[in-house]
């Protein structure tokens, strides 16, 4: 399996990973934080969400325009906002389908559309590879904060 299908398919198992990382969790422990000064599991979902749909709009404006300006967020601000204090289960459904959407997006990329770029005022040139090459890693990244927390606090 080549790099970037391997790639694809960590995007198509992150909602698994997802699943299991906040399993039986109560909202008490949902909303305890990773680390001093860190996000709650709880927001930890909310913001793969979030994250995600930006991250699949980007890439299809990437993949259907000329050099897209890409409109960047702030996602601490985000992060605080009461949206990020309710049930996770709408996020997750959110993941579930993201997910699904931009693995399909990814397989069927060109080896021509995975050089395409886009403008982003923060990073500079990107391209969809550069996309790809994130987001297999981001919502992982975020569920193993989730998974630590667990092994910590013995959950």
């Known amino acids: 399996m080549n790099e970037n299908k391997k790639k694809i398919q960590a995007i198509r198992d992150l909602p698994v990973k997802l699943y299991t990382a906040i399993a039986g969790l109560n909202d008490a422990q949902l909303d305890t934080p990773y680390r001093d000064g860190g996000w709650s599991p709880r927001q930890i979902v909310h913001h793969i969400a979030d994250s995600h749909i930006n991250a699949f709009v980007r890439m ?24 990020y204090t309710r049930d996770i289960a709408p996020s997750v459904a959110i993941v579930t389908g993201i997910q699904a959407r931009m ?5 069927d990329a060109s080896e021509t559309d995975l050089t395409r770029t886009a403008n982003h005022p923060d990073n500079g040139t990107m391209t969809l590879q550069n ?10 990244n975020h569920v193993q904060q989730i998974v630590g927390l667990r092994a910590r606090m013995g959950w």
């Open 60 to 83: 299809k404006l990437i993949m259907t325009e000329d050099h897209p300006l890409l409109k960047p967020y702030d996602q601490d601000s985000w992060a605080k906002m009461n949206d």
């Open 103 to 107: 693995a399909d997006l990814l397989e």
């Open 131 to 140: 996309f790809l090459d994130l987001y297999a890693e981001h919502g992982n």
